[in-house]
């Protein structure tokens, strides 16, 4: 269309400019070079003189010259102009340097600043962090740098907080790009201190760095190499003294496990229910889990898909469930009264007794036993575990066979009866 053939002909007009700002700099450098040379050939031939002369005045002297070194170009920095592209004057205010977002909105405005770059340039400014860990952070009166270094192969983009070169770099990245700086608080302020031209690069191959391939999926590709090695892996029971638990299928895809502390990914918010065997039908046994959501026991025959409820409608009625507001809840009746476990650091425990005339579930909360407990439980059962939020965890801390039954069930105590209606 007329349209794409007027913008090919911008483009081309832009880029002839470039290659005529590129020749002009290139001859200056030249001239440059000349006149420094010559300067230095001057110092060269007077210091040849002053030897002669001394030669003359002290005739058995060796005379001992080192070969003429070309002066190197200068690799000094060239600053280079750049233009703010469309920022809305509505949400930015520049003045200079410095643009201020406006104090009536929190608009996310985002600035681009020509020049178009495929050549090595630098520019210190203020920006979004990664979502990549590893770089630091930075917040108010850092100072931030993004380095393209477009000579390279692959072009690279490396990043500076404070002057300290970061570990974590792009590589690949486009032909032709530009830089960027976003901002949306009101009031706040970024300022750019400099935007230059580089002859050399400044970073360096530091220890600890990592590339990050441009246009690939980095979090997806580093879960998957790692799913990758640990599928490769059988799951390692859990020891506690002579007695183990072995989590039962927890995906690897939603759940990480080192050593007794099981690791909700960051990718989702998937419900996941582990599972612990052994299967528990005779003797006292007794869990204990630290930052817990949820916990409970299930009946022998429950088996659980990735991403379900431990209460989903397949399994409501063969399971006992205890959340962290402190309720115990069977067949969609919830009983209040226990106490929550909400707070970092706090333990839940569950005890069987399968020895008892009536099978018995009791619960403790920071190892105080609580009020409602649930009688006549199913002759088999597991302990569960349950979490989603995105980087949670949580920790077995226990996990112990009872020559008797630590709970009492004093006063205050009420037996909740499964199977039957709670209310």
């Known amino acids: 269309t007329t349209q794409q053939i007027m913008q090919q002909e911008l483009i081309r007009v832009y880029l002839k400019i470039q ?62 102009e750049y233009t703010p592209l469309n920022p809305s004057t509505e949400d930015v205010q520049i003045s200079g340097d410095t643009f201020t977002h406006t104090n009536d909105n929190k608009n996310r405005a985002t600035i681009l600043f020509d020049p178009v770059i495929f050549q090595n340039f630098n520019m210190p400014n203020t920006g979004e962090g990664e979502n990549i860990g590893g770089n630091s952070s930075f917040d108010e009166n850092h100072r931030v740098a993004l380095e393209l270094n477009m000579d390279s192969n692959p072009h690279t983009l490396n990043f500076f907080v404070d002057d300290k070169q970061q570990p974590n770099y792009v590589v690949n990245i486009p032909n032709f790009v530009r830089f960027f700086a976003y901002f949306y608080q009101k009031s706040s302020q970024f300022k750019v201190l400099k935007f230059e031209r580089l002859s050399a690069p400044t970073s360096k191959r530091i220890e600890g760095c990592r590339a990050l391939e441009w246009g690939k999926l980095w979090r997806k590709e580093e879960k998957i190499r790692e799913k990758k090695q640990k599928d490769s892996q059988s799951v390692s029971p859990l020891s506690f003294g002579s007695l183990t638990l072995i989590p039962l299928n927890p995906s690897t895809e939603d759940v990480e496990i080192e050593q007794n502390t099981f690791i909700h990914t960051d990718e989702n918010q998937n419900y996941s229910v582990v599972l612990f065997d052994p299967m528990i039908s005779k003797g006292i046994y007794k869990i204990k889990i630290l930052n817990i959501s949820q916990v409970g026991i299930a009946d022998q025959t429950v088996q659980y898909k990735r991403n379900k409820r431990p209460d989903d409608s397949k399994f409501e009625n063969i399971i006992v469930n205890f959340d962290s507001n402190g309720q115990i809840k069977h067949q969609q009746d919830l009983i209040e009264g226990n106490s929550k476990f909400w707070l970092d650091n706090q333990s839940v425990s569950m005890e069987i007794n399968m020895d008892s005339n009536l099978r018995m579930l009791t619960f403790f909360v920071d190892d105080k036993e609580q009020p409602n407990f649930v009688i006549d439980i199913p002759n088999s059962v597991r302990f569960w575990a349950y979490f989603f939020q995105l980087n949670a965890q949580f920790k077995v801390i226990g996990f112990e066979k009872l020559s008797s039954p630590s709970a009492k069930h004093g006063p205050g105590s009420h037996a909740f009866e499964f199977g039957k209606k709670w209310k």
Do not use: Y
């Open 19 to 80: 290659e005529e700002k590129e020749k002009l700099f290139d001859e200056k450098e030249q001239q440059k070079k000349q006149a420094e040379d010559a300067q230095a050939e001057i110092t060269r031939l007077r210091e040849q003189l002053a030897s002669k002369e001394s030669i003359n005045e002290t005739p058995n002297q060796k005379i001992v010259t080192e070969p003429h070194k070309p002066k190197q170009a200068s690799t000094s920095p060239i600053s280079v």
